[in-house]
C-alpha cells in the first residue's frame, strides 16, 4: 500500500487522527507532545457546532481563494491562548482588503497546527477547503511555498494576534518576512495569517495534491499502531533506523517557563545496528548523517517517533536513552527542481556540499 484514501470531509472526529498525521510532517519541529490539546480542542469546538468541512480537489475549486496558516511558535499556544476568532479576524480583513470574499481556502502547509488552522477557517466562512497545501510539509519562512514557486505573491497577508489586532502586510515578497517577523513579536509570538490571494484553479494547481487527506490517512495509521518505518515506506520514504538516543545537545533559548532549540542543536541515535545517526537541528530537523556522512536533508522531511507507541516526536521531546524510529519522508517533486532547492533546499539553510543527498 502506498497511498492513503481521499478524503471528503472533516468531522468533529477526524481531529484527532488529522492532527497527529500532520504533526510527522513537522521534521521535528515545536508541538512537543503535551501541547496538543490547544489547537485539537478549538478545532474540534468549531466542528461540533458548524458541522462538517467540506474538501474539494484543487482542479475542482472555483472562485477566490486564500492561504491561511499560523506563524510563530507553537509552545505559546498554551500560555496565550486563543480567543477563538482569529482566523476569522484574519480572513474577514484580507478579503475588506481585497475587495473579494473568498470562496474557499487553502493550507499554507498540512504540517501540525497548519492542518487544523484552515479547518477552522472553513468551517468559521462556510466555504469548502481545498484537499491541498503549499508545502507538503513545515518550512519557517512564509514564502518557502510551491504557490510562490508558481508565481503567486503572498502579499496582501493579513495576520491576527489573540489581544485583538489585526494588521495588513502589503509589500513586495523580499520583505515580506522583515516585516512579519516583527509583528508576530509585537503580538505576543504567534499569530494567524491569511495570504496567497488569488483564483481557486491557480492556488489548487500550484499546491501540493492531497495534502489534507495524506495528514488524515497517516494520523489513522499511526493510531492504528502502524510502525515508522512502515509508515515511511507507504509515504515512498525511508527508515534511517531504530535505535536510542545517548546524546541530545541543545543549545536554547528561554521564553517564560520554557526552554526550546533556537539556535544549532543535535541529536546522536545509535541504532540496533551499531551505526550512529547525528540529527542536525535549527527549529526543525535538517540534516541527517549517518557515522559522519549525510544520507538525508532538506527538503525532505525528517522525522521521529517513539518506539513502541509510534508518536510522533518534537525535538523538544527527545531524551537520552529513548528509543526512536528515524524516518525520511520525500519531499513533494516541486521541490526538487533547482527553483525548488534554491527556495527549500539545503543551500537556503546555509548547508550543503559534496555527495548530499
Not at 485539537?40 to 458541522?51: F, N, S
Request: charged share 20%; glycine share 14%.
Amino acid at each position: 500500500m502506498t497511498g492513503w484514501p481521499v478524503a471528503e470531509r472533516i468531522a468533529a472526529d477526524d481531529v484527532d487522527p488529522l492532527f497527529a498525521g500532520a504533526r510527522l510532517f513537522t521534521s521535528g519541529s515545536g508541538g512537543g507532545s503535551g501541547l496538543a490539546s490547544v489547537p485539537v480542542e478549538w478545532l474540534r469546538a468549531v466542528l461540533l457546532e458548524t458541522g462538517p468541512v467540506r474538501l474539494v480537489r484543487p482542479g475542482r475549486a472555483r472562485g477566490w481563494c486564500a492561504a491561511v496558516g499560523f506563524v510563530g511558535a507553537p509552545f505559546l499556544l498554551d500560555e496565550q491562548l486563543p480567543t477563538g476568532d482569529e482566523v476569522l479576524r484574519a480572513v474577514r480583513r484580507l478579503e475588506r482588503w481585497t475587495g473579494r470574499e473568498l470562496d474557499a481556502v487553502v493550507a499554507l502547509n498540512a504540517a501540525g497546527e497548519n492542518a487544523l488552522l484552515p479547518v477552522i477557517a472553513a468551517a468559521q466562512l462556510g466555504v469548502p477547503l481545498l484537499d491541498a497545501d503549499g508545502m507538503g510539509r513545515v518550512f519557517p519562512l512564509v514564502e518557502q511555498t510551491t504557490f510562490a514557486l508558481s508565481g503567486i505573491s503572498p502579499t496582501p497577508l493579513a495576520v491576527a494576534g489573540s489581544g485583538g489586532e489585526v494588521v495588513v502586510l502589503d509589500c513586495p515578497a523580499n520583505r515580506l518576512e522583515v516585516l512579519l517577523r516583527q509583528t508576530v513579536l509585537s503580538c505576543g509570538g504567534w499569530v494567524v495569517c491569511a495570504g496567497y490571494p488569488a483564483d481557486a484553479r491557480r492556488l489548487g494547481s500550484a499546491g501540493i495534491d492531497g495534502g489534507i487527506s495524506r495528514a488524515l490517512g497517516v494520523g489513522r495509521w499511526l493510531r492504528e499502531g502502524v510502525d515508522g518505518d512502515t509508515v515511511a515506506r507507504r509515504l515512498g520514504g525511508r527508515s534511517l533506523g531504530r535505535g536510542k538516543v545517548i546524546d541530545v545537545e541543545r543549545r536554547t533559548a528561554r521564553w517564560g517557563s520554557r526552554t526550546l532549540p533556537a539556535a544549532a542543536s543535535s541529536v546522536v541515535v545509535r541504532e540496533e545496528s551499531g551505526h550512529v545517526l547525528r540529527l542536525e537541528v535549527h527549529n526543525e530537523v535538517l540534516l541527517a548523517l549517518d557515522d559522519g556522512g549525510a544520507v538525508a536533508s532538506v527538503p525532505d522531511a525528517i522525522g521521529l517517533l517513539d518506539v513502541p507507541g509510534h508518536q510522533v516526536l518534537g525535538v523538544e521531546d527527545v531524551a537520552i536513552g529513548r528509543e526512536v524510529d528515524v524516518v525520511v519522508l520525500p519531499a513533494a517533486q516541486a521541490w526538487r527542481g533547482p527553483r525548488g532547492l534554491a527556495l527549500a533546499g539545503p543551500g537556503a539553510f546555509g548547508l550543503g556540499g559534496p555527495g548530499w543527498p
